[in-house]
Nanobody, 119 residues
């Protein structure tokens, strides 16, 4: 059974930092593209950061320069380092693992972790 488990969310003051983890079991994330999405209350889910199986990263303009996505294949974990957090970063953050296999997509999702940026 495949599981993605996010952790590391919480309450932080503006300007603070958090590190989110996405721990995978049942799959080897080294062959997957890992994406972090977020969904704020009343808003659509937004793609925040992507890291390919080759280690290429891409970020939403709103987080570029503040967030860093990395992967530790040995620990089967992806890490989203979030610095200089702003109130508008408040959302539930979801980890996604994506793979194209024989022309068909495989997508797995975590349950989400709440990030609240507030003074």
């Amino acid at each position: 059974q495949v599981q993605l488990v996010e952790s590391g969310g919480g309450l932080v003051q503006p300007g603070g930092s958090l590190r989110l983890s996405c721990a995978a079991s049942g799959i080897s994330i080294r062959v997957y593209t890992i994406r972090w999405y977020r969904q704020a209350l009343g808003k659509q889910r937004e793609l925040v950061a992507t890291i390919t199986d080759g280690g290429i990263t891409n970020y939403a303009e709103s987080v570029k320069g503040r967030f860093t996505l990395s992967r530790d294949n040995a620990k089967n974990t992806a890490l989203l380092q979030m610095n200089s957090l702003k109130p508008e970063d408040t959302a539930v953050y979801f980890c996604n693992a994506h793979l194209m296999s024989w022309g068909s997509p495989r997508d797995y999702w975590g349950q989400g972790t709440q990030v609240t940026v507030s003074s």
